[in-house]
């Protein structure tokens, strides 16, 4: 019932910037939750950011402070804004959105941050 397209992942310098999209199908009404996520090559998957219908945001500790999340809820679309990468930030990027009490994940995107 919820489908979720993401796209702007790709190959950046270090310190350089990406915006990643995700696009949700249709419109999820009342409380939902829309978070980032991210894998590295080996590692687990861990949580970078969300931002709930309500607009609050958390953030990862890792990426507190250059990394933004924002929402278009007029193009159902969820954005994370990623400024001065570093190599660590190299990883699968998926996004995901809780509502009505279960999850729907995205097929992910790739972020290469090349020193």
């Known amino acids: 019932q919820v489908q979720l397209v993401e796209s702007g992942g790709g190959s950046v310098e270090l310190g350089g910037s990406l915006r990643l999209s995700c696009a949700v199908s249709g419109s999820i009404f009342g409380e939902n939750v829309v978070s980032w996520h991210r894998q590295a090559a080996g590692k687990q998957r861990n949580l970078v950011a969300l931002i709930s219908s309500g607009g609050s945001t958390n953030y990862a500790d890792s990426v507190r402070g250059r990394f933004t999340i924002s929402r278009d809820n007029a193009k159902n679309t969820v954005y994370l804004q990623m400024n001065s990468l570093k190599s660590e930030d190299t990883a699968v990027y998926y996004c995901?959105?809780?509502?009505?009490?279960?999850?729907?994940w995205g097929q992910g995107t790739q972020v290469t941050v090349s020193s």
């Open positions: 995901k959105v809780w509502w009505r009490g279960r999850d729907y």
